[in-house]
């Protein structure tokens, strides 16, 4: 008898979600899970096979040309995950299934830096109650929020429940760390500990070499993963325990459809399973500290440093606006450290060298061609957008613009050079996008810093989070005020994660360790927010604004944004879509719903794309799923394409 195959493909909305194809009789092997190749419109296609069956469909078919996978790369949870993920972002079966197969960019593989031990350490009594607990709901579908102060030790109670897992039952576990971040040392320490069942699927790993680590998952032969966002799919066996690390961080959620967040995709997992989710972080983001507060998530807190030593004291220094770089006090303290050998983190949150270009004659800053965004200079005479990767030449933009060009502000190259003229002989390295093009230089610089081979380190936010290295006493934030000036409702709530997680660097040995934040405004409240160390104050007036704003934990949020290299177009399908949403309100009398916009998103343009967008504040997510995806979505087209954010996190 002859099979058929339904095939779904990678690509966006489509009103027939897959396509069928005869599978050859030759081709005996082929099962629910592989990718085919196959022809459309006399075109060579992929997709992935998500049924066989036996029902002729009344029209003529073609069949598969060839197979590429030998054994399933995706197994049944997965495409019933990927059926959720379809309804719940609006997006298409095909996207949600392949963004669980690895792939992307081609990097180097990293080598962890040789440090930790590969003992268990005994937990304190915080620790223990939270694991005993967390221990205890194991087979369970639960919640947890491990909310434990920078250097508390939540890392020793993922490793005791991991332990746990590995060896007292029979279920797998999956790590989730962010992206671009100093976790190399969890990562090694893991490795120490658990070895063969250790599974990495990190953005840092080839992607063949993430390949071979999917698939030994796949058949079972491993129980621990540790990944970045997309390790969420991991497809493991019993699944039983997930784990988010820094569970507020922003790179656990996708920026392309479906716009899914590594959370939500873990909360459905568990559902899934009767599994345990365990949400960590120092500052949790505000919607799961809601949610815990509210008794739906188990809180668990660690107050105490781990090794005794406790928090640093922060001071906000007011920064002149004039031509030192770093203020007086500031350099007098680091070089004090230096005196004594100990070490010192300072971030500046902006790369290049330059982050202005201004022309004296016109008065303005330089703009990137293509986008709404300034252009940045950076070392060896090179512009830089930092949207859309258009690059120039200094020179060449100088003499265009008759010499009238001058550079304003700084970023971390500048502060880099600033530095080593500060302090002849300083043994300084720099983390940043820029500085990291090869992978390997991270962990090279992470064993340097701890080895007390070097005296500073700088960079930006790369080195705020994760880092252990207990010889560093003095943490400096230049001009930390960036990025309070965003158009965007979670702006506070990043800068103060972010001064909090870089604070937390300082004082982790035994010495005693400084704070210092420089700024232009020191009386802006979040400021004097992270001077305190304060996330429950943080929170309290945060979650507060949040209410009286109406956004999130309080409304939900869609976000719509219709974007095309011709303005026009753009413009007329955002107001097509706008119509359709305002009558649909009328009609269906949705209470506490407001739809705002259409307005210019606030980078308005990008790689030469107009960008307009629509933001829907409702708690009846589910009836704008519907209208969204039988009136709106087939508005997305060659020419105009709609990106559809359910729950995003920033609206720029
Ligand atoms: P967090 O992730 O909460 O910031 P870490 O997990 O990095 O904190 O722990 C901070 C430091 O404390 C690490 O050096 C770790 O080895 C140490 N530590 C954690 N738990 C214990 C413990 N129970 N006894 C001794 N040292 C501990
Ligand atoms: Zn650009």
Redesign the pocket.
């Known amino acids: 008898m002859i099979k058929y195959a339904d095939i779904a493909l990678n690509i966006p909305f489509k009103t027939e979600e897959t396509l069928t194809y005869q599978i050859p009789e030759e081709m005996t092997n082929l099962k629910v899970g592989c990718r085919v190749e196959f022809e459309l419109r006399n075109k060579k296609m992929e997709g992935l096979v998500i049924e066989i069956h036996f029902n002729m469909p009344s029209f003529e078919l073609k069949r598969i040309k060839r197979q590429i996978d030998k054994e399933p790369i995706i197994n049944a949870e997965q495409i019933q995950l990927a059926y959720w993920m379809r309804d719940f972002y609006v997006s298409s079966l095909g996207e949600s299934l392949y963004k669980m197969i690895p792939s992307g960019r081609k990097n180097q593989l990293s080598e962890p830096a040789p440090l930790g031990s590969p003992e268990l350490?005994?937990?304190?009594e915080e620790?223990n109650i939270s694991y005993e607990k967390i221990k205890s709901s194991i087979g369970k579908e639960s919640i947890h929020l491990l909310y434990?102060?920078?250097?508390?030790?939540?890392?020793?109670v993922y490793i005791h429940l991991f332990h746990h897992i590995l060896t007292q039952t029979d279920k797998s576990a999956i790590l989730l760390v962010p992206e671009i971040s100093l976790t190399f040392q969890i990562l090694h320490r893991l490795e120490l500990i658990f070895g063969k069942q250790l599974a990495l699927i990190h953005s840092n790993l080839r992607v063949s070499e993430r390949f071979k680590n999917y698939l030994q998952l796949l058949r079972g032969e491993k129980r621990i993963v540790i990944g970045t966002r997309s390790a969420i799919f991991a497809p493991v066996k019993n699944l039983g325990l997930i784990i988010m690390?820094e569970e507020h961080d922003m790179s656990y959620k996708e920026h392309s459809s479906p716009r899914y967040h590594a959370r939500q995709v873990a909360q459905q997992r568990i559902k899934m399973n009767h599994a345990t989710l365990v949400l960590?972080s120092?500052t949790p983001s505000l919607e799961s500290f809601y949610h815990a507060k509210k008794g739906i998530i188990n809180l668990h807190v660690?107050t105490k440093?781990?090794?005794n030593s406790s928090l640093s004291t922060v001071s906000v220094l007011p920064k002149k606006e004039d031509k030192e770089l770093v203020g007086e006090d500031l350099l007098f303290k680091i070089k004090q450290r230096l005196d004594k050998k100990e070490q010192v983190i300072l971030l500046l949150n902006r790369r290049g060298y330059s982050p202005l270009i201004y022309n004296r004659k016109e008065k303005k800053f330089l703009e990137c061609p293509n986008c709404t965004s300034n252009l940045c200079f950076h070392n060896k005479g090179k512009v830089i957008c930092h949207l859309c990767g258009y690059s120039d030449k200094y020179l060449k933009l100088q003499k265009e613009n008759f010499d009238n060009l001058e550079l304003m502000g700084a970023g971390t190259q500048k502060l880099e050079e600033y530095l080593l003229e500060k302090f002849p002989g300083v043994r300084l390295e720099r983390l940043d996008q820029d500085s990291t093009k090869n992978r390997e230089v991270i962990s090279e610089t992470i064993s340097k810093l701890i080895n007390k081979e070097l005296d500073i380190l700088t960079g930006t936010q790369m080195i705020a989070k994760?880092l252990?290295a207990?010889s560093v006493t003095l943490v400096g934030v230049v001009n930390a005020a960036s990025g309070l000036g965003l158009p965007d409702f979670r702006a506070g709530e990043r800068v103060f994660s972010l001064l909090t997680q870089v604070a937390?660097r300082a004082g982790?040995g035994e010495l005693k360790g400084e704070v210092v934040i420089e700024t232009l405004n020191t009386d802006h409240r979040i400021l004097q927010l992270s001077k305190d160390q304060n996330y429950d104050k943080f929170y309290e007036e945060e979650i507060q604004i949040r209410k009286s704003l109406g956004f999130p934990p309080f409304i939900r949020l869609i976000r719509i944004v219709s974007r095309s290299s011709k303005e026009e177009k753009a413009r007329e399908v955002i107001e097509k879509i706008s119509i359709i949403l305002n009558e649909f309100l009328k009609e269906e009398k949705i209470p506490s719903t407001y739809i705002l916009g259409p307005v210019e998103c606030p980078f308005y343009r990008i790689d030469s794309n107009f960008r307009f967008h629509i933001l829907i504040k409702s708690n009846e997510q589910n009836k704008f799923r519907d209208i969204i995806r039988k009136k709106i979505i087939s508005l997305s087209g060659s020419q105009v394409y709609l990106e559809i954010d359910i729950d995003p996190v920033d609206l720029v």
């Not at 350490?121 to 304190?124: A, D, I, M, Q």
């Not at 434990?148 to 020793?156: D, F, M, N, R, W």
């Open positions: 350490l005994k937990l304190n620790q434990g102060i920078t250097g508390s030790g939540k890392t020793e690390d960590g120092a660690l440093r781990a090794k994760g252990d207990p937390g982790r």
